[in-house]
């Protein structure tokens, strides 16, 4: 596993802000949880970290190095989407 850390990560689509400069830090073996009302940018901020979607400004890092150019199959990570029929 690595460290994930987010700096001033900031997701637009044209003049809408979906993700406005957040920071988060999670540390190797951690177990974090995103919470939030409908839109607020949980799902669009997983989908930057595995790089599903690309990053609008800010700095996704794994350990050291900056991953923001890398493809999804790079980045040697995964992601689990929540269904409400489980």
Known sequence: MATIRLEKVEKRFGDVVAVAG???????????VL????GCGKSTTLRMVAGLVPVS????????????????KNRDIAMVFQSYAL
């Not at 957040?22 to 974090?32: H, K």
């Not at 800010?58 to 999804?72: A, E, H, M, S, W």
């Open 57 to 72: 400004g800010g700095k996704i890092k794994f350990d050291q190095y900056v991953v923001n150019n890398l493809t999804p």
């Open 22 to 32: 957040i920071d988060l830090a999670i540390a190797d073996g951690e177990f974090v």
């Open 35 to 38: 919470v939030g009302p409908s």
